[in-house]
C-alpha cells in the first residue's frame, strides 16, 4: 500500500467508448502524474499537476484527457481510443516540485486498459 | 535527451544468491529512484537515492553521479523479489519528469 490507489484495475472498453480512470492520494501531496506502461516500452510521462494546474503535457493525443479537480483527485478521460493505446496506465504523486527541487515520486497500482 | 539502460535485461537466481543491478545514465542527473515492479503491475519505491549510498534491509543502493551510473544490490535474494526493476532519473532543467529505464526482469527460484 503506497497511500495513492487507482480504479478502476482493469478496464475493457471498444474504440467508440468513453471511460475514465480514477486516481486518488491520501499522502498529502500536491503534484499529480499520469505515466503509461506499454508491452516493450519504458514507462513514459503523460501529464504532470502540481497544485491543480497542469504543468507537462508530453504531446499526448487529445483523445486521453486529465482532470485534477484537487490535489487529492486525478482522472484521465478517455475517448474513442485505438487499440494501440492498450496499456497500464499508471498514477503517481509527490511534493510540489514548485520550488526546484525534484521530489520523491510515489505510483498507485495502475489500471489494466484493454481497447478492442 | 538522457539515455538510462539498465542491465543485465533478464537475471536468474536461486534463493539464497546475491545480485547486483546496474544503471547507466548519459547525463547529469538531480534525482534517481529505483522501484520493483511487482507482477500485479505495482511499483514500489525502493530508494530515493540521488548521490551516495543507502542500504534498507536486504537491499541496498549506491549511486555514483559523477561517473553517471547506480548500483541496486539484493543480498540473500527470495522468492518474493521476483519482478522488474527499473531505475528512473530526474535530469536538467525539469524537476518532475522521471525518465525511465528499460528494466532487469528478476527471477528467484526456489
Known amino acids: 500500500e503506497t497511500g495513492v490507489t487507482q480504479t478502476p484495475r482493469h478496464l475493457v472498453m471498444g474504440m467508440t467508448n468513453k471511460k475514465s480512470l480514477k486516481c486518488e492520494q491520501h499522502l498529502g501531496h500536491n503534484a499529480m502524474y499520469w505515466y503509461k506502461q506499454s508491452a516493450k516500452k519504458p514507462l513514459e510521462l503523460m501529464f504532470v499537476?502540481?497544485?491543480?494546474?497542469?504543468?507537462e503535457n508530453n504531446s499526448v493525443p487529445s483523445r486521453f484527457s486529465p482532470e485534477c479537480p484537487n490535489s487529492s483527485h486525478l482522472f484521465l478521460h478517455l475517448h474513442t481510443l485505438q487499440p494501440e493505446d492498450s496499456a497500464l496506465y499508471l498514477c503517481?504523486?509527490?511534493?510540489?516540485?514548485?520550488?526546484?527541487?525534484?521530489?520523491?515520486?510515489?505510483f498507485g497500482p495502475g489500471t489494466r486498459l484493454t481497447v478492442l | 535527451g538522457i539515455q538510462v539502460e539498465q542491465s543485465p535485461p533478464d537475471l536468474i537466481l536461486q534463493e539464497g544468491a546475491n545480485s547486483t543491478l546496474r544503471c547507466n545514465f548519459s547525463?547529469?542527473?538531480?534525482?534517481l529512484q529505483w522501484f520493483h515492479q511487482n507482477p500485479w503491475g505495482q511499483l514500489i519505491n525502493l530508494f530515493y537515492i540521488p548521490s551516495g549510498t543507502k542500504q534498507n534491509g536486504r537491499l541496498s543502493a549506491t549511486t555514483v553521479a559523477t561517473e553517471r551510473y547506480s548500483l541496486l544490490y539484493i543480498s540473500s535474494s527470495q522468492t518474493t523479489d521476483s519482478g522488474v526493476y527499473f531505475c528512473a532519473v530526474i535530469y536538467g532543467g525539469a524537476t518532475n519528469k522521471l525518465i525511465f529505464g528499460t528494466g532487469t526482469l528478476l527471477a528467484v527460484q526456489p
Open positions: 499537476y502540481n497544485f491543480k494546474e497542469q504543468t
Open positions: 547525463d547529469s542527473v538531480n534525482n
Open positions: 503517481a504523486s509527490s511534493h510540489s516540485t514548485s520550488g526546484g527541487v525534484p521530489r520523491e515520486q510515489f
